[in-house]
């Protein structure tokens, strides 16, 4: 397995070179940013980061009203919904006076635990959260990677965190690995393994089974 993973992550590596992930100025933005993607195409999201782009300090967020945060964000969807689960971020995200070294002083394990206890957050934000404003590396199990790696011609873990650690236990624990990984993945499903796969000159196309969902 683990020469399966390395494997897939050379080739695209090689072949996307760094992505610089993520798609945002600022840490804080980054989390508003994870929590809008939910159910929705990152085109929608930028929309939406756009109408709040003034209000992308903790302070801002808090004092704006929770209608007023609704109607900036709608092009996200769910707007009503991603509303309330930004303001329940917040109100965890205060505990630590809005400093993130505060957070990234805490143990992976016990600061996923407190993510996951935010109303709205699941695993796949909190592990977004992890490796991208907290610097934890975490493997970030989405859509996409579940649709590469079978196609691939790997049986993954039907369970969230039993495809995650997984994954974890068989690369090196390195930041920049798993921060890559997940940005590579996605670049990887939008240029060739699309909902209808892009085979022609595919990165993987010599070790992939090709399987269809």
Same mark, same amino acid.
């Given at each position: *397995?683990?020469? @399966?993973?390395?494997?897939?992550?050379?080739?695209?590596?090689?072949?996307?070179?760094?992505?610089?992930?993520?798609?945002?100025?600022?840490?804080? @933005?980054? *989390?508003?940013?994870?929590?809008?993607?939910?159910?929705?195409?990152?085109?929608?999201?930028?929309?939406?980061?756009?109408? !709040?782009?003034?209000?992308?300090?903790?302070?801002?967020?808090?004092?704006?009203?929770?209608?007023?945060?609704?109607?900036?964000?709608?092009?996200?969807?769910?707007?009503?919904?991603?509303?309330?689960?930004?303001?329940?971020?917040?109100?965890?995200?205060?505990?630590?006076?809005?400093?993130?070294?505060?957070?990234?002083?805490?143990?992976?394990?016990?600061?996923?635990?407190?993510?996951?206890?935010?109303?709205?957050?699941?695993?796949?934000?909190?592990? !977004?959260?992890?490796?991208?404003?907290? @610097?934890?590396?975490?493997?970030?199990?989405?859509?996409?990677?579940?649709?590469?790696?079978?196609?691939?011609?790997?049986?993954?873990?039907?369970?969230?965190?039993?495809?995650?650690?997984?994954?974890?236990?068989?690369?090196?624990?390195?930041?920049?690995?798993?921060?890559?990984?997940?940005?590579?993945?996605?670049?990887?499903?939008?240029?060739?393994?699309?909902?209808?796969? *892009?085979?022609?000159?595919?990165?993987?196309?010599?070790?992939?089974?090709?399987?269809?969902?």
């Amino acid at each position: *397995m683990k020469n @399966e993973y390395q494997f897939i992550y050379n080739r695209l590596f090689e072949h996307y070179g760094p992505q610089g992930w993520w798609p945002a100025e600022t840490r804080f @933005e980054m *989390m508003i940013g994870s929590i809008l993607v939910q159910n929705t195409s990152w085109r929608n999201v930028e929309k939406a980061l756009l109408k !709040v782009k003034t209000y992308l300090e903790p302070e801002a967020i808090e004092n704006l009203p929770l209608d007023e945060l609704a109607q900036l964000i709608r092009s996200s969807g769910f707007f009503n919904i991603k509303a309330k689960r930004i303001k329940a971020y917040l109100e965890w995200f205060k505990i630590y006076d809005y400093d993130v070294d505060k957070i990234k002083k805490l143990e992976r394990g016990s600061l996923r635990k407190e993510l996951l206890a935010i109303s709205g957050i699941g695993r796949e934000t909190a592990d !977004v959260m992890l490796l991208y404003a907290f @610097e934890k590396p975490i493997f970030v199990v989405d859509a996409y990677a579940r649709r590469i790696f079978y196609r691939f011609g790997l049986d993954m873990p039907k369970s969230y965190d039993a495809f995650r650690q997984q994954v974890e236990a068989e690369l090196p624990k390195e930041l920049r690995l798993f921060d890559e990984f997940h940005a590579l993945l996605v670049e990887h499903a939008k240029e060739h393994c699309r909902s209808t796969p *892009m085979c022609n000159q595919c990165p993987l196309v010599d070790r992939c089974a090709k399987r269809l969902d």
